[in-house]
């Protein structure tokens, strides 16, 4: 599980929306990103109900609802810094999903990253060179009924503040 990145390019929103659109873990469970926000704080996905992703029950099946979750608070995140000319190591540490009702319709999750996050993984980074960070997303149906609800942690490394500090894990 996971999604790793460590590069220093910015990447733009209409490139980041096709690469993620035709990847296939996310493009065969018909999982969409269909906005992204021009100060890459925001994030809206779609998951659609097909019959690639449902379950026995005929609703989506729980594995589709969690990769829905999981590479967009590290794409944003390196975006954010990628903009300030950072380069970080970022990915998803650990994941925790809670399905609360059944999936019977398309799900829509709305990432959000908040400008007291960015300030406090930025300073974070900057004493200690790396960061962990938690948020939640909820996946909610055509009724507006929360049918998931995953906490993402998000580790974030700037390798060259870790140097400066003498640290190398």
């Known amino acids: 599980m996971g999604f790793f990145i460590v590069c220093k390019m910015i990447i733009p929103n ?3 929306k096709f ?6 873990p996310l493009l065969f469970n018909r999982i969409i990103l269909k906005e992204i926000s021009d100060d890459f ?3 809206k996905v779609i998951l659609k109900k097909a019959f690639f992703n449902i379950n026995f029950y005929k ?3 729980g594995g589709s609802i969690f990769s829905a979750c999981d590479p967009y608070f590290p794409t944003m995140y390196y975006q954010i810094f990628a903009k300030k000319g950072r380069k970080l190591v970022i990915w998803v540490k650990s994941a925790h999903i809670q399905y609360l009702n059944p999936a019977d319709s398309t799900l ?3 990432f ?3 400008k007291k996050d960015v300030d406090f993984v930025e300073n974070n980074l900057n004493k200690k060179g790396k960061i962990k960070i938690c948020h939640t997303v909820k996946a909610i149906n055509k009724h507006n009924i929360v049918c998931a609800e995953a906490k993402i942690e998000v580790y974030l490394r700037d390798n ?3 140097e400066k500090l ?3 894990s």
């Open 160 to 162: 060259e503040i870790k």
């Open 59 to 61: 609703t989506i099946f």
């Open 108 to 110: 829509t999750l709305n």
């Open 19 to 24: 690469i993620l659109n035709i990847f296939p």
């Open 41 to 43: 704080m925001e994030m």
């Open 112 to 114: 959000r990253i908040e």
């Open 166 to 168: 003498g640290s190398k």
């Open 14 to 16: 209409i490139l980041i």
